[in-house]
């Protein structure tokens, strides 16, 4: 066998060989008692690696290796007796009829085995070095099956290549892990490790630890790539698929590579970096692709239990929103290991929410639990309904994917990336939540001690009523002022996102003709809402009782028709954000001492930026009778869905009856059904309410009913805007003929919301879906 040596003693090189190969016809196997002496090499079918025996950079030792064979410098991508190096060329390699690889020294001691066994001796093993850099042992009677009786790739060094699992079996309990060497000169294990999957349960992401200290943290997975850089991008050329396998057997990582050009490897350097570099074969030169870790908060745990890192402020740490320094008498910008704590604890109060920061690190999933079944949204009520659950997300960013990860105690190792984090839902206490929408509250907070005070207690004589989430106090304040509080109910389910909406939404809102928002309290399981008091009541209160109805005259009801379209022309035109309230009804239009209207209850209201006036929904919310056929039917909503429902409370002041469950003996119309008719019939006179006198102003009244047909059309196009029902109500101008009304059939708003659930309302019925598409 005619064989040539080769001498590569360039000093500039990280590694340099001394290695022997072959100018006869290569082979890549082993036969059963076939030696390879120092000086031989096996290689790869198609020429892509080999193996034989070396000694890396300035050292003497001899080594057993695998390394790509044309690349330039060589490269090692696996050492066998890396404990034990041979101190001479004396080095014979041979497999016996067992199937185990053996490396002999001089004196015919074995300094390294491949520990692989098998059944029998007549099992005609043979040692193949494959293209992919694995060498296997395999059974010659089994071929076919590429059954391994061993493979150096269970047993990798500092090097992870193509087709290489890094992982755990959860049988055996044995890691497959990189290691470092120890110096450039010495492939001895060094300090540091790379493991991608360590406990059983917990979800992949990857470790690089200094013994077992862990350093850095990439991850975790994201269902394409470990997350720790999220904004390399692999080169395009490459052929490159990654697999995560989770069972019940084995945990593991494995990516296949496959090009004619170029070659990919993943590297443990000595001083604790994993590396990715690319060989082109044309020129034969590696390429850098990637080092980790690469900035100061890629330093695991560097902020500290609920610190963020970012690499664009000093310092580098903050806490995360909601969160304040844990130490801050110890505060130094170079060390942060104490971490941030909670600006309010969390009391597991029904008000609890989660606010969103996006393009972060996921946190250390060591404490993490995780479900690949769930959705985004069913991972929120899962983390929400478990007290201990301080986080969630869906780690997974590919597309159309579900996953959900829950975080149980502390929140560790987090950072911003300036784009390509992912999104994280942390939860916080609820006045913490309520401060994060939005923007900054402009309403104060109460203490509970001060409502219960106001309130006498919540006494059962303080007591106005119920309305829809729960009952609602007066309450005198310790200045003398006179508040009302809306209290969430305890045992309710629903009223939470209202009550959120309400705080947010209204806090921006300041007319004369909306109530005022003085405040909200959030404490323990308490959730409450502090108005202005409005000693007459609602007008509901007034219009659909026998005896009360008396008592508002025309003046009086043609003032409050005037105040509440006053009130919807500053929401839906002249306030910060343009406001669609959606559940306009007599039972929130509250009445001051003077009798001045002020539309209540924004706990449905949706508020538009810019030019937008229209949206769509998938949950139609509202009272029915009131909601617009668009809305009713196909979730469309807009401003003229107001217009709808003030049209519907117009018809309703000047009849003094509700258009829900209106009863007519000559038909089966509703209020607007037969409103409508009446029109028609020139009658329009006959829907005034019997107990007013026979003071009111006939011009006036039917100018009234006329708006309110216009304001209840079918088509949303055909009913005036806010700005013309205002003008229309102060002028004579001649008035355009109404169109037929939408829903003046009694019931058939019903028959559009048959699959809608329906929970009960002070004044009539709030209409919620279970879809929540707001």
């Known amino acids: 066998m005619n064989q040539t040596i080769m001498l590569l003693p360039s000093i500039t090189m990280a590694f340099f060989f001394l290695m022997v190969v072959r100018t006869c016809n290569s082979v890549d196997t082993i036969a059963v008692y076939q030696n390879i002496t120092d000086g031989e090499t096996i290689v790869s079918e198609n020429e892509i690696f080999e193996m034989g025996f070396f000694s890396p950079g300035s050292s003497k030792n001899r080594y057993l290796g695998i390394w790509f064979k044309n690349a330039s410098p060589h490269t090692v991508v696996w050492v066998g007796n890396r404990k034990t190096p041979l101190t001479n060329t004396l080095g014979i390699v041979k497999l016996d009829s067992h199937g185990i690889l053996s490396l002999y020294d001089g004196s015919g001691s074995v300094i390294w085995s491949s520990h692989s066994s098998a059944s029998g001796i007549n099992v005609n093993p043979s040692a193949q070095l494959l293209d992919t850099g694995n060498l296997v042992i395999q059974d010659g009677n089994i071929l076919s099956k590429k059954i391994f009786i061993w493979q150096s790739f269970d047993y990798p060094g500092d090097t992870f290549i193509s087709g290489m699992k890094l992982g755990k079996n959860l049988i055996t309990g044995r890691e497959i892990y990189l290691s470092s060497w120890r110096s450039a000169d010495d492939p001895s294990p060094g300090e540091y490790t790379v493991g991608y999957l360590m406990v059983k349960g917990k ?121 304040e320094l844990k130490n801050p008498e110890e505060l130094n910008p170079g060390n942060w290991t104490s971490g941030c704590r909670r600006s309010r604890a969390l009391d597991c109060g029904p008000a609890e929410g989660f606010l969103m920061f996006s393009s972060m690190k996921l946190p250390d999933t060591q404490n993490a639990e995780f479900d690949g079944n769930m959705s985004l949204q069913e991972c929120e009520v899962a983390c929400n309904n478990n007290c201990s659950c301080t986080a969630y997300a869906n780690p997974n960013i590919s597309s159309g994917s579900v996953g959900c990860l829950q975080w149980f105690g502390d929140l560790i190792d987090v950072r911003m990336y300036p784009q390509n984090g992912q999104d994280l839902y942390v939860r916080l206490a609820a006045s913490e939540v309520l401060g994060s929408k939005k923007g900054s509250l402009e309403v104060p907070l109460f203490s509970l001690s001060t409502i219960s005070r106001a309130t006498n207690n919540f006494s059962i004589d303080n007591k106005l009523g119920e309305v829809g989430f729960g009952p609602v106090y007066k309450g005198v304040l310790e200045e003398g002022q006179e508040i009302a509080v809306k209290r969430l109910s305890k045992f309710s389910t629903q009223g939470l996102d209202e009550f959120r909406n309400e705080v947010i939404c209204i806090a921006k809102l300041q007319h004369r003709n909306l109530v005022k928002l003085l405040g909200y309290c959030i404490q323990g399981h308490e959730t409450m809402l502090v108005y202005e008091y409005m000693p007459n009541k609602s007008l509901d209160w007034f219009i659909f009782d026998d005896l009360r109805r008396s008592l508002l005259d025309w003046p009086q009801r043609f003032h409050i028709i005037h105040g509440i379209a006053r009130g919807l022309l500053y929401l839906h035109q002249d306030s910060r954000l343009r406001v669609v309230h959606r559940d306009l009804k007599a039972g929130n239009v509250l009445l001051d001492c003077d009798m001045n209207p002020k539309i209540s209850d924004f706990g449905l209201a949706r508020m538009f930026k810019g030019h937008e006036s229209e949206a769509n929904t998938k949950k139609v919310v509202g009272t029915l009778g009131y909601i617009s056929p668009e809305y009713a039917a196909n979730g469309f909503f807009s401003v003229k869905s107001d217009i709808f429902s003030f049209g519907v409370l117009m018809l309703e002041i000047v009849s003094g009856k509700k258009n829900r469950g209106f009863v007519h003996e000559d038909h089966h119309d509703n209020l607007l059904g037969h409103a409508w008719r009446l029109y028609k019939e020139g009658k329009s006179l006959d829907l005034i309410d019997a107990s007013l006198d026979k003071s009111w102003p006939v011009s006036e009244v039917l100018r009234s009913i006329h708006i309110g047909l216009l304001c209840v059309q079918q088509r949303a196009e055909d009913r005036p805007d806010t700005q013309s029902v205002v003008r229309m109500l102060g002028g004579e101008d001649l008035l355009p003929s109404p169109k037929q009304p939408g829903f003046f059939i009694q019931g058939s708003e019903c028959d559009l919301t048959k699959n809608i659930s329906l929970p009960s309302s002070l004044n009539g019925v709030t209409v919620s879906e279970i879809i929540d598409g707001r």
């Open 203 to 323: 979800y992949p992401q990857v470790y690089i630890r200094k013994r077992s200290v862990i350093e850095t943290r990439m991850g975790p997975y994201n269902g394409i790539a470990f997350a720790g850089q999220p904004n390399y991008k692999l080169n395009p050329v490459y052929i490159y698929k990654g697999d995560m396998v989770l069972n019940q057997k084995e945990m593991y990582f494995m990516y296949t590579f496959s090009s004619t050009t170029l070659l990919l490897r993943h590297i443990t350097t000595p001083g604790g970096k994993l590396e990715v570099w690319h060989l082109n074969m044309h020129n034969q030169e590696w390429m850098q692709d990637l080092t980790f870790p690469q900035d100061n908060c890629d330093n695991y745990g560097l902020c500290g239990p609920y610190g963020s890192c970012s690499t664009v402020t000093f310092p580098n740490c903050g806490c995360l929103k909601g969160f």
